[in-house]
């Protein structure tokens, strides 16, 4: 089984400039989430899609990220205009509806971002 | 407040050795899941244990075992007979509810493994 898909794998632009990243979860997996990861932390939520539908979305910069996920399967994230502070790695996650009692999450490699 | 909090940013560990890293959390929900993730330099998340906060017995996955101690939330994850390839990035991670949805996430331990 294909694990979860993100591209590119690294993406260096100036600030200012727009940037997408894209990501493809495990087949059948109907919860996708979006983490931002800073230097030295933990991953952060971004978005949670189930689905089609985004259902939580509290922690999303709305000024300047957007995300979609078209079909309920593959998912954009959006920044734009990027700032120096977005520097991060960004990490996708998927996880099935009915996952038995373990529940996990099933994370992609991450996208590692760096604005000049 | 934290719900997932991991003191130790760095550790130490001679090859074969064991070894224990701290996690310890908080809720009030009376069900919840707890995970241990490694992240090696390549950046991927790999799961590597599970805990519900019903389980009778501390979680065990060949080299890993979870020091459950649910009276001081705490959810140690003790690697035995470290390997080089051990070192990495471990984060420890919560669930709330049995079928919720959103994990939170501590801010991680470096383990460096040495020869």
């Known amino acids: 089984e294909a694990g979860v898909v993100q591209s590119p794998r690294y993406k260096i632009i100036e600030k200012k400039q727009p940037v997408a990243f894209w990501c493809n979860p495990i087949s059948g997996h109907n919860t996708l989430y979006w983490y931002r990861q800073n230097l030295g932390q933990g991953p952060e939520l971004l978005i949670r899609y189930e689905n089609e539908e985004a259902v939580d979305d509290s922690q999303l910069p709305k000024d300047r990220f957007s995300a979609e996920r078209l079909k309920g399967v593959d998912s954009t994230l959006k920044i734009q205009p990027a700032e120096l502070g977005d520097s991060a790695v960004y990490l996708c996650a998927s996880r099935p509806r009915d996952s038995g009692r373990v529940n996990e999450q099933f994370f992609g490699p991450g996208t590692r971002l760096t604005v000049l | 407040a934290q719900k997932i909090t991991q003191t130790q940013p760095g550790m130490f560990v001679q090859e074969k050795e064991a070894v224990t890293l701290d996690c310890t959390y908080d809720?009030?929900?009376?069900?919840?899941?707890l995970f241990w993730y490694k992240q090696p330099s390549s950046g991927e998340m790999i799961f590597l244990i599970y805990q519900g906060s019903y389980d009778q017995q501390n979680a065990t996955e060949g080299r890993y075992s979870l020091n459950f101690q649910k009276a001081r939330k705490s959810a140690n994850l003790v690697i035995s007979a470290s390997q080089l390839g051990d070192s990495a990035m471990y984060f420890c991670?919560?669930?709330?509810?049995?079928?919720?949805?959103?994990?939170?996430f501590g801010t991680g331990t470096s383990l460096t493994v040495i020869p």
């Open positions: 809720t009030s929900d009376p069900s919840y899941g």
């Open positions: 991670a919560m669930r709330e509810g049995n079928t919720g949805n959103q994990f939170y």
